[in-house]
């Protein structure tokens, strides 16, 4: 088949997208991408790109458009608005130029903004190809729960956007059961709606690391609780600092921060003004392919949201690439993502924005045998091969897709 993927966030950004293409090129298909100059999440456009240039780029043989786009910048509303709408006004202008030839589905990945929608339609339309859209966060819930949109008016609007852009998909995929209930409330078939988990790439798989590994020199000496991904508003980091100080008194307790965002600075400030430096350390970004090496160091992963009821909808994905690297994974949320903590016997769960309770499964665990968070760690991989794993996955998709579009690839 011939594929095109739209998606906002595409390499060198860090998102599942990425491993899908390679995983359906891997399998025979011609994937082509349309997607945005990278600059998530620092907000920032990576070293070698500008907001025209390069228009042409390659991934590991995948043939990748650019589109120019206002880069996200510290993350203000009006900031994220222009990022959103500069993304897909310029992809639906520039797609049928730069997306020649014809294809036989377009597979849209929308993590965040739907507005990513809006490109594909008019791709499906010049096409006359079916659209495959992931869902990985529901609108306008999202923008409700974060804050990013408190205007009824704008709410109401961008949900009858929404609305237009499922009831113009071929197949909705969801990454959380959860997610079903609220998709075909916009009137979606409900028989054009899936689960479609999201799975980890192969890297992540539990490794042992060197004597003389780099990576262990940048780790605090005792038990290191780690937190990787985006420093945003939904993670809730109130709740890590809140509960790293109740228990300031653990000399040996420490909480590792991979990663950046928005909160960064905010995160960086609080740190001082509550005196946890020699507790709570900011590592930054590290490249994805380092991760599972910092992983083998902590003692313990966790996953943290706020209290929201989007949110006890979500499975985050990281919840996966834990997992798969089997360790004890700390989970505070609520709903689907304590669901598949609490099925796995990976973790321990506490409920959503609640330091006390996150503080008590920190010293739950800390208190463990080795031995007894190691069998943690094997059940929650033994949960993701069985539920999670990339191959059977890409399977799935692979036959909804040969239904959509037959067996016979079209001429070009």
């Not at 059961?177 to 409330?185: D, K, L, N, R, Y």
């Not at 304590?338 to 996150?358: T, W």
């Not at 069985?386 to 692979?398: G, I, M, T, W």
Request: net charge neutral; with cysteine; proline share 6%.
């Amino acid at each position: 088949m011939k594929v095109l993927i739209v998606c906002q966030y595409f390499w060198p950004e860090s998102f599942r997208i990425n491993d899908l293409a390679l995983g359906l090129k891997e399998r025979g298909h011609a994937v082509t991408v349309l997607t945005g100059m990278p600059n998530y999440p620092s907000g920032r456009l990576f070293p070698g790109y500008g907001l025209f240039s390069p228009k042409q780029d390659e991934f590991q043989g995948i043939p990748v458009h650019r589109v120019p786009l206002v880069p996200r910048g510290n993350g203000q509303r009006w900031r994220l608005a222009l990022n959103y709408l500069s993304f897909a006004f310029c992809a639906g202008l520039l797609a049928p130029f730069y997306c020649r030839g014809a294809f036989d589905l377009i597979f849209v990945y929308e993590p965040s903004p739907i507005t990513v929608g809006l490109p594909a339609l008019v791709l499906k339309k010049l096409k006359r190809a079916p659209i495959v859209f992931w869902v990985q966060d529901l609108w306008p819930e999202s923008l409700s729960a974060t804050g990013a949109a408190r205007s009824r008016w704008l709410l109401r609007w961008v949900a009858k956007m929404v609305r237009f852009i499922y009831q113009r998909c071929d197949r909705i995929l969801v990454q959380s059961e959860g997610f079903i209930q609220s998709v075909t409330a916009m009137g979606t078939d409900p028989s054009r709606v899936n689960f479609f988990p999201n799975w980890a790439e192969s890297l992540y798989r539990p490794v042992e690391l060197e004597e003389d590994a780099p990576e262990r020199g940048e780790m605090p000496r005792g038990f290191c609780v780690m937190f990787a991904g985006n420093i945003g508003a939904a993670q809730s980091f109130d709740t890590l600092l809140d509960a790293a100080e109740q228990l300031r008194s653990y000399a040996d307790i420490h909480w590792v921060i991979l990663g950046d965002g928005h909160r960064r600075a905010w995160v960086e400030e609080q740190i001082t003004a509550r005196g946890l430096k020699d507790r709570v350390h900011l590592l930054g970004r590290r490249p994805v392919e380092a991760m599972p090496r910092y992983f083998a160091l902590a003692d313990a992963l966790l996953v943290s949201l706020r209290r929201d009821p989007i949110f006890a909808l979500t499975i985050p994905s990281k919840v996966q690439s834990y997992l798969a690297c089997s360790k004890p994974i700390l989970a505070a949320v609520d709903g689907e993502g304590a669901k598949v903590i609490r099925e796995s016997r990976g973790g321990l769960i506490s409920p959503a924005e609640d330091a006390k309770a996150l503080a008590e499964s920190v010293l739950q665990l800390y208190d463990m045998k080795s031995e007894e968070r190691a069998v943690m760690g094997k059940n929650g991989r033994a949960y993701f091969e069985a539920n999670f794993e990339r191959d059977s996955l890409l399977d799935r998709l692979e036959g909804w897709m040969q239904e959509m579009v037959g067996e016979t690839p079209c001429a070009s």
